[in-house]
């Protein structure tokens, strides 16, 4: 069977990014089993003999009704899917999906009949609400950062911005390449309503939320850059744990040292 990406080198480009990044969090041991999910708009990559294409699925509710995203296409990886299969072989582990007309269903049009991650509503909510802002933010990465998860145990650190100003001052590059810091939300279960809705709230502050006890969710235009943003998070996590280890609480650059960061470079705090 021909694969959706035959011959279309921008869509294999971003497909692969995805893939790319799934093994990344396979190897940092951030995806454990089947865990952690990756959603990317694709639709600026169809063409017309993408939109002819049949269905392989049946028609499937997405549980609420998305005005942004009608015709819209994502690829996403599949639910109980490894991430350390879907760098070897994204097609196989993933598919891509249309969005119909009515705004609240979806078909698999490619490349097999793979159902997308059990959390593919909460993704789908916000890519319809970063589509309405005129965003242009075209991924979203959840995954499990072993440090930070590990801070989020910690009940200080989950008042507003404690942990994102200790992250930022562990290293200059954390405030310069994740400049809007570390939202979080209060645990929820899992998949559930109400961690949707807090993730959407965050992320009009925040590219990158906290899940307590449970990952992160990141945003960005595509799958590497929101992966590039929980990365220097997690880098400083460990600069931090590193100087706790050994045996001394770190001091981190001072208030005046990160607005100096924040005007030279021009960033948003």
């Known amino acids: ?102 705004c609240a269903s979806y078909v698999i049009i490619a490349d097999q009949p793979v159902a997308p991650t059990s959390e593919l509503p909460s993704h789908l909510m916000v890519h319809n609400d970063l589509i309405g802002k005129g965003s242009p933010y075209k991924a979203s990465v959840h995954t499990h950062p072993i440090e930070l998860i590990a801070m989020s145990h910690c009940k200080k650190f989950l008042e507003k911005d404690v942990i994102t100003n200790l992250l930022w001052s562990m290293i200059p590059e954390t405030k310069a390449f994740c400049p809007k810091g570390l939202g979080i939300i209060p645990y929820q279960l899992p998949s559930s309503l109400e961690l949707a809705k807090g993730t959407l709230e965050q992320l009009q502050e925040y590219d990158v939320v906290m899940w307590e006890k449970h990952g992160v969710f990141a945003i960005d235009c595509d799958a590497m850059q929101a992966f590039d943003q929980i990365d220097v998070l997690n880098k400083s996590a460990l600069i931090y744990i590193a100087a706790k280890n050994m045996g001394f609480e770190p001091d981190g650059m001072t208030k005046e040292q990160m607005k100096e960061m924040t005007v030279a470079f021009n960033l948003p705090k």
């Open 1 to 102: 069977m021909k694969s959706i990406l035959e011959n279309r080198p921008a869509l294999t480009t971003e497909v692969y990014k995805a893939a790319e990044v799934a093994g990344y969090l396979w190897q940092k041991g951030w995806a454990e089993r089947n865990g952690g999910n990756i959603t990317v708009n694709i639709t600026e990559f169809i063409d017309d003999e993408i939109r002819q294409m049949e269905p392989i699925s049946e028609v499937i509710s997405i549980g609420a009704v998305l005005p942004h995203l009608k015709g819209c296409y994502f690829y996403c990886k599949g639910t109980n899917k490894r991430m350390r299969d879907l760098a070897r072989w994204p097609m196989e582990h993933g598919s891509v999906i249309r969005i119909l007309d009515d």
